[in-house]
């Protein structure tokens, strides 16, 4: 994995070496990811220049430096990620005449990309990535991000071009760039505990949305989808014997894929229904005993690492755990604003941080379980949704109204105490619709738009994914939508945020089986009975799969998320610091 920056001024005169100098201080401050090569191409007289920083994961020699020229010279590459069918695409081409130098994913992306075009290659090409393209003769960039948003890039529109970078900080060190905070952007985030993209808390930076080709030329940039979800439940399926095979045929070559590397690969194992499975199937298939890793805590409510030991010790993996105290969680907390770039509140990013510095002390590359909860409905805020729905729409409309003027009359009204319940019962009497029940129960803060000055009243209008919300669930599959809402804006704008940035920090490159867009479009097209319910236990098909590895006494329990116990920490051991 890698980190990649750079920019293009189309109508700007510098010397080579002053763009040599701009570049390589972006580059320089993403040495974290990519710890193991460093390098730039510019080309002055079209005003371009690219960083790159290698973390060397497949072919370890200098073939895969990038910056990359493509064979006919015609293309400029500087690519963060892995393709995990670079090996059938490498033969497929070499039949076509191809010749390469190395045995590098970035050299099978160039080529494709040089012989069939950037769309096609894109549609074609499965993995986790986000890169930077020069088209030398068209004098144009093409900026492309994977289609669940796995891998960050960043953009900056300038009077003369585009800015662009794996994080944040490296735009920070582009010479004559003043950050100006956005405060619809900081709405968002007290309300949702991120930045949703497209924007980012910065005035005039976004992010490229999963699925997303950039198109920037001379006055214009241009971006479309290449990628997007189709109809839910639109597969023809017959039984769901044939769903449930097909999916373990499709997550084990998933697995499969992203065991190869010519780095230690291990596992992250929570003792959870997705992360066991990953870990099982992924065992099956190594000659070895898997390395898995997993994060305990004192408190017992929060501690999953027993279970994770139990399904290590069944399946005969080779386990390590680390009990993290609130002193570690101290000691991260001043990195995080190094980490994450911009506000990110999600509590888990304490042990997901701490989670990637124990395994990158072993392992190089990890396999994750992220994405099982967003496609097999596995969250119980689903269920939560369309019960208080229900509930909500039952009530006269004239008790809505007197309970909205209430509401109104006690906004100021202390908040604490007794008074809490009565409040959130107040506040869901004046819930109308689904998105609006969604938005209650997934908020920190529902009336942020009172502390930040400028900023829109929703913070709806900073995010796609939650606008798409309709008013009522479809009855054939009312958790779709919710889904939906997770997949295109929670899953890539928290989760996957949350990964990237605390495995990099650590130089591990993360990866995710569940996320491979074949196993995400077979779930999607499944038939809500099956992939869609909101009845406990949840994702039953995932369950069902588990069951043939590991015994259901070892992972059939509610599902918990990755809990931290911060409230006893700053009632604890951290109560003076916080004072």
């Not at 949702?192 to 699925?211: D, H």
């Not at 109204?401 to 809490?420: F, I, N, S, Y």
Request: charge should be neutral.
């Amino acid at each position: 994995m890698c980190g990649i920056a750079g920019f293009v001024e189309f109508e700007a005169t510098r010397a080579a070496a002053q763009l040599e100098r701009r570049v390589a201080a972006m580059g320089a401050t993403l040495s974290h990811r990519g710890p193991d090569d460093a390098g730039t191409w510019v080309d002055a007289g079209a005003g371009v220049a690219l960083a790159h920083r290698r973390l060397s994961i497949v072919d370890l020699s200098a073939a895969g430096h990038q910056p990359m020229v493509s064979s006919d010279e015609r293309y400029v590459l500087s690519y963060n990620g892995e393709l995990y069918d670079h090996r059938e695409l490498r033969e497929e081409l070499e039949g076509a005449g191809a010749r390469f130098r190395g045995s590098s994913d970035t050299e099978v992306l160039l080529e494709l990309c040089q012989r069939e075009g950037v769309e096609r290659a894109l549609e074609r090409i499965n993995g986790m990535f986000a890169f930077a393209l020069w088209d030398r003769r068209e004098r144009r960039l093409a900026l492309a991000r994977d289609r669940l948003g796995i891998k960050p890039l960043y953009w900056l529109r300038r009077a003369k071009g585009v800015a662009f970078a794996s994080e944040l900080k490296a735009l920070r060190a582009l010479e004559g760039w003043t950050p100006a905070l956005d405060p619809e952007a900081l709405l968002a985030y007290l309300r949702l505990q991120y930045v949703p993209a497209p924007r980012t808390i910065y005035q005039g930076v976004s992010k490229l949305e999963p699925g997303t080709l950039l198109w920037v030329e001379e006055g214009l940039a241009r971006p479309r989808r290449y990628w997007q979800l189709g109809a839910p439940g639109s597969g023809e399926w017959t039984t769901r014997a044939e769903a449930l095979q097909r999916c373990e045929e499709l997550l084990s070559d998933s697995v499969r894929r992203r065991l190869a590397a010519d780095v230690p690969v291990g596992v992250f194992l929570s003792g959870g229904v997705d992360s066991s499975l990953v870990a099982a199937l992924g065992q099956r298939v190594s000659p070895t005993p898997l390395r898995t890793f997993s994060i305990g805590f004192q408190s017992e409510a929060d501690d999953e690492a027993p279970y994770a030991r139990a399904v290590a010790e069944h399946l005969g993996c080779e386990h390590t755990e680390l009990y993290m105290q609130s002193g570690d969680a101290l000691a991260l907390v001043e990195r995080l604003g190094d980490l994450y770039d911009e506000p990110f509140a999600d509590s888990s990013q304490l042990p997901t941080a701490l989670l990637s510095q124990l395994t990158r002390s072993s392992v190089t590359v990890a396999l994750a379980g992220d994405g099982g909860d967003e496609l097999f409905a596995g969250y119980t805020r689903y269920r939560d949704c369309l019960e208080l729905l229900a509930k909500v729409q039952r009530l006269p409309a004239p008790l809505r109204e007197l309970a909205r003027a209430a509401r109104l009359r006690t906004r100021w009204a202390p908040d604490w105490g007794r008074g809490r319940g009565a409040r959130r019962r107040l506040r869901r009497a004046t819930l109308r619709d689904l998105r609006e029940v969604y938005l209650h129960l997934t908020s920190l803060w529902e009336e942020p738009h009172e502390l930040v000055e400028g900023a829109a009243a929703s913070a709806l209008a900073c995010s796609p994914a939650l606008r798409e919300l309709p008013a009522r669930p479809p009855a054939d599959d009312p958790l779709a939508p919710l889904q939906r809402a997770d997949l295109l804006g929670y899953l890539p704008d928290d989760l996957l945020t949350k990964v990237d940035r605390a495995s990099m920090a650590a130089s591990l490159e993360v990866r995710l089986p569940l996320l491979d867009h074949r196993l995400v479009e077979l779930a999607w097209s499944l038939p809500s009975e099956w992939a869609r319910r909101w009845e406990e236990p949840n994702k039953p098909l995932l369950r069902d799969l588990l069951a043939r590895h590991v015994p259901r006494r070892l992972t059939d329990r509610p599902k918990r998320g990755f809990r931290v116990p911060v409230e006893d920490w700053l009632r604890g051991p951290l109560r003076s610091q916080c004072e």
